[in-house]
C-alpha cells in the first residue's frame, strides 16, 4: 500500500465547505468522481452502471445485444449493439437478466419499422454517478440520469438529419443462454396526443422468478413537438393515437420524428405499478422541467447524504478510495425502495422489492447496512413482515413484486435476527415478525412445480420442511439436501435470538436445539485421498445412513439446483455454521486440526478448495479468529483482497449478488466482520489508516490503525474506546451503538496478541 504520509482527508465536511463558498459541484466531485460505476460490470460481476438513487425504483441504463451471444443481465455490456435505454434493471444478479423494460432508443433518417432498431457506439460508454452517455455512431449523443421514479434523457443530434425516437412498449431483456428462465411480452397498450405525451402499459411474464404476468405502467414527453408520430403493431404501420399488441414477443410502439435541423431533444419518462395517471404523477413529483444537470447534481447530493456521507476515510492510496467509495456506492443499489408502488396491497408499511438474492445478502449486506443506516435496516423487516402478512411468506428472493425463488433456507430469518440483536426497533412489530420466521420454520409451503428442482417447492419458505421436521435434516429426496440441512439449522439459530429477546422461553429453547440439527448430516469416517483428515458433511438417507452415491467431499457436480449443494461443495459447507464454530472445532478434532483445515480452503498454504466469489465461504476467512490464531486471518484476508480484487470493470471475483461481493471488500478494507444474526464481530486488520463511521443516531465510529504500511499489517494489540482488549472480536454494543473507537497497533510480525475468550459459539449446546 506504500508510506501512509503525507495523509488526505476526505470527507462530505469538505463538501459542505465548498457548497458555502459557491463551489458546488466541483466539491460533489471530490469524492463522486472517485466512484467507478463500471467496477464489476464485466467478468461475470454483472454490477449495474447506469444512474440511480440509493434502493432506486428506477435504474436507467442501456441494454445491449451481446456480440458474443452472452446474457447481458444488467442490461449493460461493453460490446453489441444497444436496442434500448429502458427504465428498470437489477444490478449484480446471476440467474438471468430481469426487466430492461420501458425504453427509448434514438434514432436518425429513414427507420424501418418492422425490424428490430439497434445503434452503435462509436466510443466506450462514460459513466459517473447519476449520469450516463453513450456516443452513437448515427451521430447521436444520448445522456440520461434518474430521479426516484422518473427519468430524464437528453439527445443531441447531428445537424443536417431528421431525428426520432422509438418508443416500443415491448421492449424487455432476453436471456439467450438460459432461455428456460427467459421473459416474455405479453400485451401491452400505448396512446399518443399530437405534442408527444404519451401513456401506456406493458405486461410481462416469466423470468428468473418466473413470475406470473405483471404491468407496468408509463407516462412520457418530450420538450419538442414531433412533426410526425407513426404507429407500429408487429410489421404493419398506423395512423392512429393508440396501439397495441397481444402477440407474445411482439411488438408494438412509435417513432416520434422530430422537424429536420433539430439538434436537442430532452425527453421525460415516469413509471408506476399502479396506473398511468401515477406515472404522470411521478414525472411532476420529479421534475420542475428538462435540466437533465439538476436531476444529476440532486441525485449527486442524495447519494453522498445518505451514503457516502456515513463513511470518512483517511488515505494518501487513490486506489484505496475508490475501493472504499465504489463499494459503498454497487452495495447501495438494491433492494428498491418501491413504497407507495406496490399493485398487490394496500399499506402504511415500508415496501421494497428486487431482493435478488438475501441468500446471497444477508451475510454481510444487510449487516452493513444495520451498521451504516438502521433506520434502513428497519424499513427493510418492516417490508419483509408485510410481505408475510399480505402473500404468505417472506422471500429469500423477489422480483416484480412476487416472491420468486428459495436456494437454501429462509434466510430473511438471519436478515431480522441481525436486526433484532442489533436492538433496531424503529416501527419494527416484532412479535409479527416472529410469527412470520415461524411459519418459515413450520408450515411447509404451497408446491409450485420448478422444473430445475421438481421435487419441492423452491419458491418461498422451506420446501425440503417435512424432512426437516420428522428426520432433523433433509435426504436426498430433495434436491440441495446439504444445503438445506445446513441453511435450515442456522434459520433456526435465527428463530431463536428473536424467540428469547421476546420472552418466548419453550420456542427458544426449542429452535435453538433444532439449530444443532446440522450435526446430524456429519460423517465423521468422510474424506478424500487428497487430504490428512476425516470428516465432512455428508448426504444422509431417510433410515439414518449415509448417502455415498456419486459422494466427494471435494466436488459439487454442477453445485446447481438439482445437486447437493449450491454454489459450494461440502468441504466448503462444512464451516456454514457461523452459530456454532465451538462444536465445529470440537468435531474437526481441536484447534490444530481446524486451524489446518482452513488452510487448505483458499490456497494460500494449501489445497484451494473454497471459492470467495460465491457467498457460502465469505465468513470462512475469519475463523482462525475461533482458535486465537487471528493473524492467520489477517494473512488470508490479505491475500484474498489483493488476489480476488481488483479495479475496473473485471474487479470482482463472482456475481456481485446487489451488492454482497462489495459488501466483503468493505469490511475486509475496514478491518472487522459480521457473525450475522449475532452482536459478533470479528477482527482482522485495516487497510485502511483511519476510516470515522458517522452514526445515524450523531455518534461516530472511530478506527485506527497505527504503523500500518505494505509490510506492517499484522496485529500486535488492540484498544476499544481506549481499553486494552485482549479479544479478537468484540460486539455492536462495544462501538456501535454509542460511538467509540477501535485502535490497532501493527506491526510486520505475526503474533498471537489475543489471551481472551475466543469469539462466542450462542448456537453451542450439549446435543
Known amino acids: 500500500m506504500g508510506s501512509v504520509s503525507p495523509i488526505k482527508m476526505w470527507t462530505v465536511l469538505a463538501v459542505l465547505l465548498a457548497m458555502a463558498n459557491g463551489q458546488v459541484v466541483t466539491a460533489n466531485r471530490a469524492i463522486n468522481d472517485q466512484v467507478d460505476v463500471f467496477f464489476g460490470t464485466e467478468n461475470g460481476g454483472n454490477v449495474f452502471p447506469g444512474p440511480a438513487r440509493p434502493y432506486g425504483m428506477i435504474k436507467m441504463g442501456v441494454d445491449v445485444l451481446d456480440s458474443k451471444g452472452a446474457s447481458a443481465y444488467s442490461g449493460y455490456s461493453p460490446d453489441g449493439k444497444i436496442n434500448g435505454i429502458s427504465m428498470m434493471h437489477e444490478s449484480g444478479t446471476g440467474g438471468a437478466p430481469e426487466y430492461g423494460v420501458v425504453a427509448q432508443l434514438p434514432l436518425v433518417g429513414d427507420v424501418d419499422l418492422s425490424s428490430e432498431q439497434t445503434i452503435e457506439r462509436s466510443s466506450p460508454d462514460s459513466g459517473s454517478v447519476g449520469h450516463y452517455l453513450v456516443n452513437a455512431t448515427n451521430g447521436v449523443t444520448a445522456e440520461f440520469a434518474a430521479a426516484d421514479r422518473a427519468g430524464i434523457y437528453k439527445y443531441s443530434f447531428p445537424s443536417g438529419c431528421t431525428p426520432s425516437v422509438l418508443v416500443n412498449g415491448s421492449h424487455h431483456l432476453s436471456a439467450p443462454t438460459r432461455p428456460w428462465w427467459n421473459q416474455y411480452f405479453v400485451n401491452g397498450s400505448l396512446s399518443t396526443s399530437s405534442d408527444g405525451k404519451y401513456t401506456g402499459s406493458t405486461t410481462i411474464k416469466g423470468g428468473w422468478g418466473e413470475q406470473s404476468p405483471w404491468v407496468i405502467y408509463y407516462c412520457g414527453d418530450f420538450d419538442t413537438a414531433p412533426g410526425t408520430i407513426t404507429g407500429f403493431s408487429g410489421s404493419q404501420t398506423l395512423n392512429l393515437s393508440t396501439v397495441s399488441s397481444s402477440t407474445e414477443n411482439g411488438s408494438f410502439g412509435f417513432l416520434f420524428t422530430f422537424p429536420e435541423g433539430t439538434t436537442s431533444v430532452n425527453s421525460r419518462v415516469g413509471i408506476s405499478f399502479i396506473s398511468t395517471d401515477q406515472a404522470c404523477q411521478n414525472i411532476k413529483n420529479d421534475f420542475s422541467g428538462y435540466n437533465i444537470e439538476d436531476t444529476v447534481a440532486e441525485t449527486v447530493k442524495i447519494w453522498n447524504q445518505q451514503v457516502f456521507g456515513k463513511v470518512d476515510i483517511e488515505t494518501d492510496n487513490s486506489t484505496l478510495f475508490e475501493y472504499v467509495y465504489t463499494a459503498l456506492y454497487g452495495a447501495h443499489l438494491l433492494p428498491s425502495n418501491r413504497t407507495g408502488e406496490n399493485p398487490y396491497w394496500s399499506s402504511s408499511e415500508p415496501y421494497y422489492d428486487d431482493f435478488f438474492t438475501i441468500w446471497d445478502t444477508f451475510r ?404
Open 364 to 767: 454481510c449486506l444487510n449487516p452493513l447496512f444495520n451498521i451504516l443506516s438502521p433506520s434502513r435496516g428497519a424499513e427493510i423487516v418492516r417490508s419483509l413482515i408485510d410481505t408475510w402478512r399480505n402473500a404468505g411468506y417472506t422471500p429469500d428472493g423477489r422480483s416484480a413484486n412476487q416472491n420468486g425463488r428459495t436456494q437454501g433456507g429462509s434466510n430473511s430469518d438471519i436478515v431480522m435476527a441481525d436486526a433484532y440483536a442489533k436492538n433496531i426497533q424503529d416501527g419494527i412489530n416484532w412479535k409479527d415478525g416472529f410469527s412470520a420466521m415461524k411459519k418459515n420454520a413450520e408450515v411447509t409451503p404451497e408446491y409450485v412445480y420448478d422444473p430445475k428442482a421438481p421435487d419441492a417447492s423452491n419458491k418461498e419458505g422451506r420446501g425440503a420442511l417435512p424432512d426437516w421436521l420428522k428426520y432433523g435434516y433433509v435426504t436426498r429426496a430433495y434436491t440441495r439436501s446439504v444445503t438445506r440441512t445446513m441453511e435450515y439449522a442456522y434459520d433456526d439459530f435465527a428463530l431463536s435470538v428473536v424467540a428469547k429477546g421476546l420472552g418466548y422461553t419453550s420456542d427458544a429453547a426449542k429452535y435453538l436445539k433444532r439449530s444443532a440439527n446440522w450435526k446430524n448430516i456429519w460423517n465423521p469416517e468422510a474424506t478424500n485421498s487428497s487430504v490428512s483428515y476425516k470428516g465432512f458433511v455428508q448426504p444422509k438417507n431417510a433410515d439414518g445412513s449415509f448417502n455415498g452415491t456419486d459422494y466427494d467431499p471435494l466436488s459439487c457436480g454442477n453445485c446447481y439446483w438439482a445437486d447437493d449443494e449450491y454454489e459450494g461443495k461440502p468441504v466448503e459447507y462444512v464451516w456454514a455454521v457461523p452459530h456454532d464454530i465451538a462444536s465445529l472445532v470440537d468435531l474437526m478434532g481441536g484447534n490444530e486440526t481446524f486451524s489446518q483445515r482452513l488452510d487448505d480452503m483458499f490456497g494460500l498454504h494449501g489445497q484451494g478448495f473454497a471459492d470467495i466469489g460465491n457467498e457460502p465461504s465469505f465468513l470462512t476467512p475469519y475463523l482462525y479468529n475461533y482458535v486465537n490464531a487471528q493473524h492467520k486471518s489477517v494473512e488470508l484476508i490479505r491475500y484474498l483482497v489483493n488476489t480476488k480484487y481488483s479495479p475496473g470493470a473485471s474487479g470482482l471475483p463472482g456475481n456481485s449478488d446487489a451488492g454482497a461481493m462489495q459488501a466483503w471488500l468493505l469490511f475486509g478494507l475496514f478491518g472487522f466482520y459480521p457473525v450475522a444474526g449475532t452482536t459478533t464481530y470479528l477482527l482482522s486488520s485495516p487497510f485502511v489508516p483511519k476510516t470515522t463511521f458517522n452514526l445515524e443516531n450523531g455518534n461516530k465510529v472511530e478506527i485506527v490503525a497505527n504503523n500500518l504500511s505494505e509490510t506492517n499489517f499484522y496485529v500486535q494489540s488492540v484498544q476499544i474506546n481506549g481499553e486494552d482488549w485482549n479479544k479478537n472480536w468484540f460486539s455492536h454494543e462495544d462501538v456501535f451503538e454509542h460511538g467509540g473507537t477501535i485502535t490497532f497497533e501493527l506491526g510486520s510480525q505475526p503474533i498471537v496478541w489475543e489471551t481472551g475468550d475466543v469469539p462466542p459459539s450462542p448456537g453451542h449446546t450439549d446435543s
